[in-house]
Nanobody, 124 residues
Framework: QVQLVESGGGLAQVGGSLRLSCAAS????????MGWFRQGPGKEREFVAA????????RFADSLKGRFTISRDNAKSTVYLQMNSLKPEDTAVYYC?????????????????WGQGTQVTVSS
């Protein structure tokens, strides 16, 4: 049974930072590419970042380049999302997802497993 469990969300101030973690179990973690998506209030789910199984390929939403970084530790079966210079519009539920084919894809439909999400609220 595949499980993805996000953590690290919470309340942050404008300009602050948060690091989200997503712990995976039930599969060979290094085989899967991993993605982060988010869904803000009244908005559709959108792509944030993705990383290949080896970590050698990374992809980011254009609007987030330079502020967000994705990384992974295959020994810990965990993927991270480092979020810096946070803005109120970053407020959302953040989800991690696994792609078993290994595509570093920005499309949510390409992901096979999803976590339950973690809330990030950025307040001024």
């Amino acid at each position: 049974q595949v499980q993805l469990v996000e953590s690290g969300g919470g309340l942050a101030q404008v300009g602050g930072s948060l690091r989200l973690s997503c712990a995976a179990s039930g599969r060979t973690f290094s085989s899967d590419s991993m993605g982060w998506f988010r869904q803000g209030p009244g908005k559709e789910r959108e792509f944030v970042a993705a990383i290949s199984g080896s970590g050698g390929t990374r992809r980011f939403a254009d609007s987030l380049k330079g502020r967000f970084t994705i990384s992974r530790d295959n020994a810990k079966s965990t993927v991270y999302l480092q979020m810096n210079s946070l803005k109120p519009e970053d407020t959302a539920v953040y989800y991690c997802a696994a792609n078993v084919v290994g595509w570093v894809s920005p499309r949510s439909m390409d992901y096979d497993y999803w976590g339950q999400g973690t809330q990030v609220t950025v307040s001024s």
